[in-house]
């Protein structure tokens, strides 16, 4: 079969190796669609940060069973399932929370060991999720960047009634508008520099969505609420001067909650922070058993739309050329990028 490895800094080679097996615990699937994500993107321009030379890329992605290892009783050939990227020992504190991401021995599909970038896929049980009929693979390959967005919301503590910003509208900044507006948030503001993305921003619900090069994102926000500052407000961006707007867009006790990845120390006003008594909390990754599921229900019922977050679909030998260095030169065109490894 036909995968993406990576080697290092700008170096991820379409090479051919032979079809997996699954071992004890797992299943091959036949991808049907692979994510590009953020951190791949990271690697692929900065690292190697997380991923080991040698791995095939991919957490994010669907497909359909085709093998099923020893010990397996949850799948079988024919099942349709999407994943995530991180599992746990399963056997201490924090995966018997759920919290399998902040495991002392978490494993990260794609960069520790072989993801989905790929014409097949082996992977453990425990990082598969049944799909329901009214998802596509497409759709479904989504679910775990869009995993990282509901985890937020839910750790925001966001009431039905409550007021959001969010700076950044890229796949996880888009899927945070739909899943506030489903927790019963009455405005979800966005500041966005992608022209493109502010389009999709609109088409997913946001109630205002500011172009921060044109506008003061803190200004809009004290306009529209009344100077009071939003309840909530989510880092989704990564960079200084949006982090910078999140916080200032704070009410007193609001609470700002960083999900980005950054690629360099950030800096925090601290004594405006203490003042207006902020609460500043971070959120990584998902409580994968716990929320996928509620995320494929939602889904599934249709209160969540992905198809203004899948921008283009490649084929697997063109994963650098219209996919990483796209992103590269490109990012702002596109929200997330699909690979078809059977294209």
């Known amino acids: ?67 099923v290892g020893s010990g397996v009783r949850e799948f079988t050939e024919g099942d349709r399932v999407c994943g995530v ?102 405005q979800v503001i966005v500041s966005e520099v992608s022209a493109t993305r502010r389009v999709a921003a609109h088409r997913v619900g946001a109630t205002r969505v500011i172009d921060p090069l044109a506008e003061d994102a803190v200004e809009v926000v004290r306009t529209l609420t009344n100077g009071n500052g939003v309840d909530i407000s989510f880092d989704a961006a990564g960079v200084q001067p949006a982090l910078d707007a999140a916080l200032g867009v704070l009410r007193p006790r609001g609470r700002l909650m960083v999900v980005a990845i950054w690629e360099a120390p950030a800096g925090i006003d601290i004594n405006r922070s203490v003042m207006r008594e902020a609460n500043i909390g971070f959120s990584f990754c998902y409580e994968a058993q716990r929320q996928v599921p509620a995320i494929l229900d939602l889904l599934a019922t249709g209160a969540i739309n992905l198809g203004e977050l899948i921008t283009d679909e490649i084929p697997l030998d063109a994963v650098v050329s219209q996919g990483l260095e796209e992103l590269r030169v490109n990012r702002d065109a596109h929200v997330k990028i699909l690979i078809d490894p059977s294209a």
């Open 1 to 67: 079969m036909r995968a993406a490895i990576y080697h290092g800094r700008e170096d991820v080679r379409i090479e051919e190796l032979p079809d997996p097996s699954p071992r004890a615990g797992e299943v091959v699937i036949e991808v049907a669609r692979a994510g590009i994500c953020g951190t791949d993107l990271h690697e692929y321009i900065a690292g190697p940060m997380h991923a080991a030379p040698g791995v095939v890329i991919g957490h994010e992605y669907s497909g359909t069973v085709v093998g």
């Open 85 to 186: 990227g991180v599992f746990g020992c399963g056997e201490c504190g924090f995966c018997k929370q759920g919290a399998e991401a902040l495991c002392g021995a978490v494993g990260f599909i794609g960069f520790a060991v072989n993801g989905a970038l790929a014409r097949y896929a082996s992977l453990p049980t425990k990082a598969l999720f049944r799909i329901p009929d009214e998802i596509s693979l497409a759709e479904a390959a989504v679910v775990e960047p869009i995993a990282s967005a509901y985890h937020a919301v839910r750790r925001s503590g966001l009431a039905a009634g409550g007021t959001v910003f969010i700076a950044g509208a890229g796949p996880i900044g888009l899927a945070l508008v739909q899943f506030s507006l489903a927790q019963g948030a009455t």
